[in-house]
């Protein structure tokens, strides 16, 4: 109850008493990328959508980081036609480097959760000056089809009837023939919603408040997430970064491969540490916050 009442405290007031964010944009190409800032200490720079992870991450955290959650190109509305080549990893980490420079904030811990920890993964790579520490959390490997297929096995092998049959009363209530009759971006967001039971702990959780003024850009998330990020190759230059990597699972995220499609990685980094957070599913840092939070700060005050 008091955590409910926390939260919708953030909906209704995004700037608490004592707190100061500061908001603004970064124009790249065309694309204006928002930021908000908020909380003291170290810079942690959040990769993603500006609005839907500052819903996500605690207030505590933000007693002892500076928190920059940033805007990617697929979360604002480009301006004019588009092709593939402008949603290229190469551009949008040239982005986040854009932004760090333009707010001044020198070597920064940069995070990443689900596909955007690609993002964070491969600009620690080429800007790793820059770059103090890495944090991925609820991501695979890859999204290629072997660890796409192991999603499926964990689903059946280890689902409870409840989880099960949440996830279908949802599919019920949102169809496919709904989804197609919608905008992309609003069906984007239409079916994650609906997916609650494989994304959360709590098979019955609405996610749909973290969406809320959030612009979906499908085309740069469906080629990004369905071409680049299953092909991708994580290992490439891995043996070159010297940066501690942290990696935040969830035991009940069946969104991506399971926590032991890590293993065969294990070797090709140079600093790892894991944790796998036994009441989360995608998002363990909004679902255990407390538990995340103390192991985050252990990890970086190590």
């Known amino acids: 109850m008091v955590r409910f009442f926390i939260y919708l405290l953030i909906l209704l007031f995004p700037v608490l008493p004592g707190r100061c964010q500061q908001t603004g944009f970064v124009e790249s190409d065309g694309f204006r990328l928002n930021y908000i800032i908020d909380g003291e200490g170290p810079p942690l720079l959040v990769i993603g959508s500006s609005l839907y992870y500052d819903r996500t ?72 000056e820059n770059v103090s520490r890495l944090v991925m959390a609820g991501i695979a490997p890859d999204l290629g089809p072997e660890h796409t297929g192991m999603i499926s096995r964990y689903w059946e092998e280890s689902v409870d009837k ?54 979906v ?41 399971p926590p032991a499609s890590w293993d065969p990685y294990r070797q090709y980094f140079n600093d790892l540490t894991i944790r796998v957070f036994e009441k989360s599913g995608h998002t363990p840092f909004y679902e255990q916050p407390e538990d995340f939070d103390r192991e985050l700060l252990a990890w970086v005050n190590q």
Request: proline share 4%.
């Open 162 to 215: 409840e989880r099960k049959q949440a996830l279908r009363e949802n599919m019920k209530m949102v169809t496919d023939d709904d989804l197609a009759a919608m905008i992309p971006g609003d069906a984007f967001i239409a079916n994650y919603v609906r997916s609650g039971p494989m994304a959360w702990y709590d098979p019955h959780f609405d996610a749909s408040e973290f969406w809320k003024g959030v612009h």
């Open 57 to 128: 991450f605690s207030l505590d955290l933000r007693r002892h980081f500076k928190m920059i959650f940033i805007d990617h190109r697929g979360f604002v509305p480009p301006n004019g036609e588009r092709d593939t080549s402008d949603f290229s990893l190469s551009k949008i980490t040239a982005d986040v480097e854009l932004i760090r420079q333009n707010l001044s904030l020198g070597k920064v811990i940069i995070l990443g959760h689900s596909g955007h920890s690609y993002m964070a993964l491969e600009y620690a790579k080429r800007y790793p």
């Open 217 to 257: 850009n499908t085309q740069m998330l469906d080629y990004v997430w369905g071409k680049v990020f299953a092909e991708i190759d994580i290992t490439s230059g891995l043996d070159e970064l010297d940066i501690p990597v942290f990696l935040a699972l969830g035991r009940y995220d069946y969104l991506v491969a």
